[in-house]
Structure formats: C-alpha cells, structure tokens
C-alpha cells in the first residue's frame, strides 16, 4: 500500500467562522486520539479533497503538521451533498504497535452462476465488517468473489471472507454477506368462465346493436 499523507497547520479559528476559512479554499479538520490532545487543524481544500474523498475508513493516512507525521484513520467526513464538497474531517491518531477497530467495506466481483444460469436473485446481507488489526494489516477494502454462488440457495457468510491472522473479526461470523435465492413468482388467478354466460353476453351485445340500428 503506497504511503498516503497530507499536509496540515495548526487553526485557531473554530465554531461558526470556519465557514471564512472554506471560503479561503481550506478546509477544517480535527485531530486527536493517541498520544496527542484534541487539535483543530486546516488543510488545502483541493488537494487533500482529493485523497480524502477516496479514502475508505480503514486507510492508514499520515498527516503530516508542521513537519511531523500522525498516523490517522479518518472517522468521519462531513459533506455539503449539494455541492459534492468535504465540510469537515476528524482524523483519529493510533499507535502503529495496537490492534485497532476499523469497519472495511465489502467489494463483490465475479458473477454468481446461479443467478446468471438459474435466475436467482442476488441479496447482499452486509456492506462492510468490522475487523481488529494493527493499522499497517488494515486492508482497504475485501473482495468477495460471487462466482462461488453456484446454485439456488448458495450463501457467502462473514467467516467466508476473511482467513488472514493477522485480521481478527468482530461481527458474527454466522452473519450472511450474500445468498442466492430462488425468483419470487407471482401467482396467477384463474378467472372461471360459467357454462352459458359468453353466449348471454353476445346475445345482449347483438340486441344492443340492433337497438342502435332502428334508431338511427
């Protein structure tokens, strides 16, 4: 994994007048966590947006503050949706020597057979799981391969995915992650049709018709 690092100073300003510094381009984080007392930073809005807006919750990202680097997992992004625009990061600082709990997001490929020769429907149980590793073992993403998803009823199940030692987990491991299975189909109600009614109904429409005819 390349090194990923951003470039920080201290900020004095805090409350609502960091609204100025994003006018400025900057853009308001926090740090704090280990070994250090919460700390109010900024940082280039562009280039650390960048990053930022790819990095997934497990991302060991070093920040680096007046020339000294924290390692950091960021917590939380806060977003302006409207304007696709990061308003806010709060950096959490960990130990490179403690194990530390961080969810990682589940990235599906292949394609299930069962639903490509079967017609199964896919359904995913969970997109991310919570797993316990010193922050260098911490893997971005995990990939789940669905081409294992042979047949109807064929399930992908947490303790499926993870085999790593390094990597303790910390959802259920029983907790399904995917499971194919079998189409819904709609029943048909059947309309019974009474022996006379269709020749009723003709003849009524054929003196309908004759009514209309005198008439005109």
Known sequence: MDKIVVEAKDRE??????????REGLLPAVLYGYGIDSKPIV????????????????????????GEEYPTLVREKQ???????????DFQVVSMSEKIAAEVRIKFVGVAGA???????LITGLNQIEVEALPTDLPESIE???????KIGDGIFVRDVISSEKITVLDDKDAMVAIASAP????????????GEEGE??????EGAEGEETEK
């Open 201 to 206: 109904e003709g003849e009524e429409g054929a």
């Open 184 to 195: 819904t189909v709609e029943p048909v109600e059947e309309v019974e049709v009474l022996e």
């Open 144 to 150: 789940v391969d669905l081409s294992v998803l042979e």
């Open 115 to 121: 639903v490509a020769n079967f017609g199964a429907v």
């Open 43 to 66: 940082l280039n809005h562009r280039a650390s947006s960048r990053i930022l807006a790819k990095a997934e919750s497990s991302s060991l990202i070093m920040v680096d503050l007046d």
């Open 79 to 89: 977003w302006d949706y409207i304007k696709r625009s990061l308003l806010h990061v």
């Open 13 to 22: 300003v805090i409350g609502k007048k960091v609204k100025a510094l994003r």
